[in-house]
């Protein structure tokens, strides 16, 4: 079964500190993308980041960082010096290579930033 | 560049009652997905539509259906509507094969509650 494990339902941080959020997945495929998506109250989801599979160097968008262990099934994010604006439920994913769109979804982690 | 839409932003409807949801892709993208999101959890995957062909399929009953036109809009209908159909539903489009783009971009969804 494809699955996507979010173990931390709920996380607070600081401002201007960092936060680790952590995600773990199943496929016995080996090509596949990855992504974290945030969600913020207004409900729209925006991608944060993306990391392709074949690539062993962890992807980086501004504050954002991922930590990606292929063997492990793992890909944590990581975001430095937290802002209000991060506040949000986030979400890990990924889609397969082969099959187009269909991406598959964790539960999601809420973030709170602290002021 | 236009941004995906969907309408309404929130809906009640009653148990057996059928539904039509509504989504404008960005603009030249040809592949768009639907999810359903119940509340606290992640969006499940519905179906894909490719150039106005379902594309893929979730493990959703065929109750749920969908359309795709010519200018690559989208309808997600439901019949006989179930109290459990209560959810965000999001619509997503993207480039597609075509361009071998994996990125979807997210509309802000529809609320659906169902008495």
Known sequence: AQTVTQSQPEMSVQEAETVTLSCTYDTSESDYYLFWYKQPPSRQMILVIRQEAYKQQNATENRFSVNFQKAAKSFSLKISDSQLGDAAMYFCAYRLKTSYDKVIFGPGTSLSVIP | ?115
Do not use: M
């Open chain 2, 1 to 115: 560049e236009t941004g995906v839409t969907q309408s309404p932003t929130h809906l009640i409807k009653t148990r057996g009652q059928q539904v039509t949801l509504r989504c404008s892709s960005q603009s030249g993208h040809n592949t768009v997905s639907w999810y359903q999101q119940a509340l606290g959890q992640g969006p499940q995957f519905i179906f894909q539509y490719y150039r106005e062909e379902e594309n893929g399929r979730g493990n959703f009953p065929p109750r749920f259906s969908g359309l795709q036109f010519p200018n690559y809009s989208s309808e997600l209908n439901v019949n006989a509507l179930e109290l459990d159909d209560s959810a965000l539903y999001l619509c997503a489009s993207s480039p597609g094969r075509d361009r071998g783009i994996y990125e979807q971009y997210f509309g802000p969804g529809t609320r659906l509650t169902v008495t």
